[in-house]
C-alpha cells in the first residue's frame, strides 16, 4: 500500500493520477483531511481516509498498512511546518512503511536565505533520523510561484520585483510525474535526490521577455528595491511576516541558491522537462 497525504492539494493530486497510470488502485491509499474532495479518487478504487498532522490518531489508521508514505509537505513555515513533517513522520514509521518519502526543495539547507528551504531541511533531518530508509524530492522551484509573480505585470505590462538571479522554475505536471515513477520504482533513490529541475535557469529579466513574446503584448522588467517591495506588499494586504518570506524568495535567488540544472528530471520522465513558455502559456491571461 502507497499512501500519499495532501492528496486534494495541486501536486498531491496529481501525483495520484499519474500513479494511477503505474500502479492497481487497489495499492493506493489518500490521507486527507476532507475525504470528501477526494471521491473522485475514492471511485477509482483508491482507499481514501482523514488524516491531520495534528491528530496522531487519525495518521495511525489512514496509514494503516502503509509500505510507503509519501508526505507532501504542507503549505506552512517555521515550526509548525516541521512539527507536522515530522508528525507524519513518526506516524509512518509506527505504521510499518518500509520507505518513507517527502517533497522537499532543491534548495534545502539549514542556511538558506529562504525560511521554507530551512524548514525543508529541518523535515531531511528528521527523515535520516527516522530508523527507516527513506526519500527526499528536491524538488525545482515552482513555475507556479513565477505565474503568480507575473499576475499584475500581464495587465499593466510593468514588472516591478526586487533584484533577482536566475531560477530553474519547474513545472507541478512534471514534478508529479517523477514522484510517482519513483514510488512506483521503490528504492530508486535513497536519501535526497539530485534536484529535480527544468533544463534552464531563468532570471526574471528573461520571464519578462517570455511572457511578452507568449501574450503579445511587451513587458517591462523594473527593479524594486527590497525594501519598498517588502512595503507595498504590506500596503495591499500582505502579513508582513509573508511579505518578508516572499523577499526572501529574491535574496536567496540573489544568492544562487535556486540556479542549478541537473538532468534527473528528464532522466526520470523520458523526455525534456516542460519549458517556462509552456507554462505561462497555459497559465497567463490572453496567452
Same mark, same amino acid.
Given at each position: ?14 501525483? #495520484?493520477? /499519474? ?33 491531520? $498532522?495534528?491528530? !496522531? ?5 489512514? *496509514?494503516?498498512? !502503509? ?13 509548525? &511546518? ?19 518519502? +517527502? @517533497?522537499?526543495?532543491?534548495? !534545502?539547507?539549514? @542556511?538558506?536565505? *529562504? ?18 530508509? +527513506? @526519500? ?5 522551484? +515552482?513555475?507556479?510561484?513565477? #505565474? /503568480? ?10 514588472? &516591478?520585483?526586487?533584484?533577482?538571479? %536566475? ?21 530508486? $533513490?535513497?536519501?535526497?535526490? %539530485? ?8 532570471? *526574471?529579466?528573461?520571464?519578462?521577455? =517570455? !511572457? ?5 503584448? %511587451?513587458?517591462? /522588467? ?6 519598498? $517591495? ?11 511576516? +509573508? ?5 526572501? =524568495? ?7 541558491? *535556486? ?13 525534456? %522537462? ?14
Amino acid at each position: 500500500m502507497i499512501i500519499v497525504t495532501g492528496a486534494t492539494g495541486l501536486l498531491g493530486r496529481q501525483i #495520484v493520477e /499519474r500513479l494511477l497510470t503505474r500502479v492497481p488502485a487497489g495499492r493506493i491509499g489518500l490521507s486527507v483531511r476532507d475525504p470528501e474532495k477526494a471521491q473522485a479518487f475514492a471511485d477509482q478504487g483508491v482507499r481514501v481516509r482523514r488524516g491531520d $498532522f495534528a491528530d !496522531a490518531g487519525g495518521l495511525a489508521h489512514a *496509514f494503516e498498512g !502503509a509500505t510507503q508514505v509519501l508526505i507532501v509537505s504542507i503549505d506552512k513555515m517555521g515550526d509548525e &511546518a516541521v512539527r507536522g513533517h515530522r508528525a507524519a513522520i513518526d506516524a509512518a514509521v509506527a505504521a510499518g512503511a518500509r520507505r518513507v518519502l +517527502y @517533497t522537499s526543495h532543491m534548495g !534545502a539547507s539549514a @542556511t538558506s536565505h *529562504f525560511q521554507a528551504c530551512r524548514d525543508h531541511a529541518a523535515t531531511e533531518e528528521a527523515l535520516r533520523a527516522c530508523g527507516v530508509p +527513506y @526519500t527526499s524530492l528536491r524538488n525545482g522551484f +515552482y513555475a507556479a510561484s513565477a #505565474v /503568480r509573480f507575473l499576475d499584475q505585470a500581464t495587465g499593466s505590462g510593468r514588472l &516591478a520585483l526586487p533584484a533577482d538571479g %536566475p531560477v530553474s522554475w519547474t513545472s507541478h505536471d512534471d514534478l508529479a510525474e517523477a514522484a510517482a515513477a519513483v514510488l512506483a520504482d521503490e528504492g530508486r $533513490f535513497d536519501g535526497p535526490t %539530485p534536484p529535480l529541475t527544468a533544463a534552464e535557469a531563468l532570471d *526574471f529579466d528573461d520571464i519578462a521577455r =517570455i !511572457a511578452g513574446d507568449v501574450t503579445g503584448r %511587451p513587458i517591462s /522588467r523594473t527593479t524594486a528595491p527590497d525594501d519598498r $517591495f517588502r512595503r507595498q506588499m504590506e500596503e495591499h494586504g500582505v502579513p508582513a511576516g +509573508y511579505a518578508g518570506h516572499l523577499l526572501d =524568495i529574491f535574496v536567496a535567488a540573489r544568492a544562487g541558491e *535556486f540556479a542549478t540544472v541537473d538532468p534527473t528530471l528528464a532522466t526520470l520522465l523520458g523526455h525534456e %522537462p516542460t519549458p517556462l513558455s509552456a507554462v505561462l502559456r497555459k497559465h497567463l491571461p490572453g496567452a
